[in-house]
């Protein structure tokens, strides 16, 4: 839930469409991003100013990390690799200095890092 009793929501559809919508208190859609890389598995956390971390995993190329502000415009991203591919599992926790915690499974190790 945002500051405005509002939440993010992201979905996948259409095969491996990454979808990202802000619903206003009343369930109403305010805005809606589709992001260009294909993935799987999306995962979104709420930021410290009424943004909000998207992540999701392509198969063969890493976890993909997205902030985006309350207008779902986006600020920043970056890829995630390790040196096996698949990924998978991605999962998201806030930390309590405006970032977040992201983890994921390759198939053999569990990774993570702070972004």
């Known amino acids: ?9 992201t979905w996948q559809q259409d095969g491996d469409d990454i ?5 206003n208190y009343l369930g109403t859609i305010t ?4 992001d260009a890389d294909p993935g799987d598995a999306p ?4 930021d410290d100013g009424g943004g909000v971390y998207l992540a999701f995993t392509e198969t063969n190329a890493g976890v993909q990390l997205r902030q985006y502000d309350a207008a779902l415009t986006l600020q920043r ?9 698949p990924f998978m599992n ?3 926790s806030k930390d309590r200095e405006g970032g977040i915690w992201f983890a994921w499974y390759d198939g053999t190790e569990i990774y993570g890092s702070r972004w």
């Open 1 to 9: 839930m945002d500051a405005n009793e509002g939440a993010y929501v």
């Open 31 to 34: 805005g809606t991003v589709m």
């Open 43 to 46: 995962k979104v956390v709420e």
């Open 77 to 85: 991203s970056a890829t995630h690799a390790t040196p096996q591919a």
């Open 90 to 92: 991605v999962q998201l």
């Open 19 to 23: 979808y990202l919508a802000h619903l």
